[in-house]
T-cell receptor, first 113, second 111 residues
């Protein structure tokens, strides 16, 4: 079974803190993605990576950075958390091949207070 | 820039009805299109994946079609049940391997 694991299911952080969200996949996928999901806005792509040390900005990268030092791990970093970053964060991974299905983690519900 | 739109945003139907959810996209250069279901507060459950070379996929009471030339996909749900109530999301993989989502259709099936 493909598994995409996000390190935390629920997280509460204070404004200004540096926050790390971790995602690990065990299927040797090249592609990894970070999304945030907010009511009425659907899933918006923050960053994605198609290889180790490679990263591409998605639609809403401001306030975020990412790290991909190993193929199986893709980290999302909130440099200085703000209340408007309170959201559900979803990680996904897929092969870099036409037609291959992406797989999702269960999500991290982040609350910034 | 690829944009994915889902209509309607919300739908309420009585149990037993057949229904169609729509997904449209602006750029036909896609690798695949996928339909997901999401229950409140939960992650995504994959329903059907249509490769770019395919026209439709079926699973049980669900049938998804893809027409790349017109930039449309539909998810058909036959004989709807209250347990089908959820948000349905379509997502496509574009030519740069980015996965792009629509904003979803919230479905309520009334007993």
């Amino acid at each position: 079974d493909v598994k995409v694991t996000q390190s935390s299911r629920y997280l509460v952080k204070r404004t200004g803190e540096k926050v790390f969200l971790e995602c690990v996949q065990d299927m040797d996928h090249e592609n990894m993605f970070w999304y945030r999901q907010d009511p009425g806005l659907g899933l918006r792509l923050i960053y994605f990576s198609y290889d180790v040390k490679m990263k591409e900005k998605g639609d809403i990268p401001e306030g975020y950075s990412v790290s991909r030092e190993k193929k199986e791990r893709f980290s999302l970093i909130l440099e200085s958390a703000s209340t408007n970053q309170t959201s559900m964060y979803l990680c996904a991974s897929s092969f870099l091949t036409e037609g291959r299905e992406p797989f999702f983690g269960q999500g991290t519900r982040l609350t910034v207070v | 820039k690829q944009e994915v739109t889902q209509i309607p945003a919300a739908l309420s139907v009585p149990e037993g009805e057949n229904l169609v959810l729509n997904c449209s996209f602006t750029d036909s250069a896609i690798y695949n299109l996928q339909w997901f279901r999401q229950d409140p507060g939960k992650g995504l459950t994959s329903l059907l994946l249509i490769q770019s070379s395919q026209r439709e996929q079926t699973s049980g009471r669900l049938n998804a079609s893809l027409d790349k030339s017109s930039g449309r996909s539909t998810l058909y749900i036959a004989a709807s049940q209250p347990g089908d109530s959820a948000t349905y999301l379509c997502a496509l993989m574009d030519s740069s391997y980015k996965l792009i989502f629509g904003s979803g259709t919230r479905l309520l099936v009334r007993p």
